[in-house]
């Protein structure tokens, strides 16, 4: 499979785990669940490093760099389920947080030399648009 498949079933997969985490918020705070969540994701990867025989190990920077995008993780993640919970459709929230495509494809501009066309600023520009109105 290619990057664009993996990428669609990404998104059918998280768009599952947010209307269960909506639906979960009723009756647990979202710090909990995400403990959780936490946990389970443990265990899971436990499984899958130790199926698929992955190596684990990893370089100095490599783990200031993981601990890093770990502690985002962890703030992006309370914040998000808390605005699932608060917000009467959890597509709402997932709107706001969609802005994220924005920031990642200006900064990749800068980080890693990738390119912007015209094209692809319109497509921004109607994905900014689309946030919006939905978020009326």
Do not use: C, D, R
């Not at 899958?48 to 962890?74: D, E, Q």
Request: proline letters at 2%.
């Amino acid at each position: 499979m290619n990057w664009f498949t993996y990428a669609l079933i990404g998104a059918v997969l998280f768009s599952g785990m947010v209307l269960l985490f909506k639906k979960i918020t009723a009756t647990v705070k979202p710090a909990t669940l995400m403990l959780y969540v936490a946990i389970f994701l443990t265990i899971f990867y436990l499984l899958h490093v130790t199926i698929t025989k992955t190596p684990i190990k990893i370089n100095g920077s490599a783990m200031l760099w993981i601990a890093a995008a770990s502690l985002l993780s962890y703030i992006a993640n309370l914040v998000y389920t808390k605005s699932i919970a608060l917000a009467p459709n959890a597509g709402y929230s997932t709107t706001i947080v969609s802005l994220q495509l924005v920031v990642i494809t200006v900064a990749s501009v800068f980080l890693f030399g990738a390119e912007i066309n015209l094209i692809k600023g319109f497509g921004i520009l109607l994905a900014i648009i689309s946030i919006v109105v939905l978020s009326l």
